[in-house]
């Protein structure tokens, strides 16, 4: 692969291919280990996340991380972490169809470098883009799916847990022993 992650980061920090980059204080590319047999990837960058310039800083990374280590025994800087669109859409909605093509080839580019074992898609919006369903989270976690060669296995988002849904916890407790199983054969 001749494109290296930097080369990408810095690409992404110049990007104007939508309306996206207008509001943002910094894109947010991704961070972790290149080599990473995990790779996470969520929606979008959130308020704490475009101001910092990392991906779940805030309190869902705070449980990812926990969960990542007491599911795991890994902390972040052993996977990968990255979202479906490289800069926060204003109020936290979701990102239009258009914004997610301009972020495609980026996410796809990172996905090619990293070459990771397993993708935990976190939450609806990225599990559906990925699988390019419709269906719902709630039936789609607790699955291997193969999405470009890669076992993807889609659990919560971790906003959902602090948003205190019931199971939710512990669902996604179990989608990491299963990612960690395919890590591990």
Known sequence: MSKTINLIS????ECTK?????HRKQPVFGTGSVNADLMFIGEAPGAE????????????????????LEEMNMDRSACYISNVVKCRPPENRDPKS???EACRSYLETQLE????RVIVTLGNFATRLLLDTKIGITKLRGKKYE???YSLIPTFHPAAALRGRAGV??????????AKEIIND
């Open 10 to 13: 810095k690409e992404v920090s």
């Open 18 to 22: 939508c309306s996206l980059a207008e």
């Open 49 to 68: 996340e475009d101001r910092l310039g990392v991906p779940f800083v805030g309190r869902s990374g705070k449980l990812l991380d926990n969960l990542l």
């Open 98 to 100: 258009e914004e997610i």
């Open 113 to 116: 470098i990293i070459k990771p």
């Open 147 to 149: 999405y470009l060669g």
């Open 169 to 178: 916890i512990e669902n996604m407790r179990a989608d990491l022993r299963k």
